[in-house]
């Protein structure tokens, strides 16, 4: 299966206090937006990798299936951006943020769009103090993976909309307009997204111990 993916990187940063954008954070050469990018660069599958950002340059990437696009005031607004360029019958939403992002996710989101699902979404699921789990206590993740067609149908919904209410991620969002409903699979723990300085730390640690 064909498709395009997005990287979300037009944030400010401002939690992880960097006094710049945290998706150019350099560890071993490479910046936290190109760990981001790496897993799709490999995937075959992957037709585009649609950047959206203000800060980085077509320039600084050498590869022929980049492509960066400019970003907009909020995350929803920068992934209806980046999905005017999507050309594949599907396409994935990846947060640049989450720059550990393991190829299973990756497949599992693939397998899951192939079987016929609109909407996929890989979660963690939130070990109760019984030992038990519940569906609510869930976190969501990216990359979530949508047909094209259903994604900018309810972005387009999304713009049309007076109330204008933000969606933190696509998969609300989608369901919110169209009703269809997120399938869930299975995320990961080191998929985490950094938002902190904490979450930053952990990335470089995570880094140095693979070492
Ligand atoms: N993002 C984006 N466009 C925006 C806002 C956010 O593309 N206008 C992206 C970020 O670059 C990030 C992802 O959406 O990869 C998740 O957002 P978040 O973790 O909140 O990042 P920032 O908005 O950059 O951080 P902060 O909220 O701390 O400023
Ligand atoms: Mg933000």
Redesign the pocket.
Known sequence: MEYDVII?????????ELGY???LYTLNDKRILDY?CLPFLEDEECMQVII??NDVHQESFNHYKILVVA?????Q???YKGGQYALSPYVLVH????PNLSKKIIQRVKLALKEQEDCVVPIIQEDLQDGSYRMADKTIQTPQGFLLLSFLKAHEAARDDLQKPRFKDDASLVHHYLFIPSYYVEGDRSNF???TATDLKRFVDSKNSAH
Not at 71 to 75: A, K, Q
Not at 95 to 98: F, I, L, N
């Open positions: 979300l990187a037009a944030g400010k940063g401002e939690r992880t954008n945290k998706m981001a959206v950002s970003g907009g005031e909020s995350r607004e920068s992934a947060d640049g943020a989450r997204k950094i938002t």
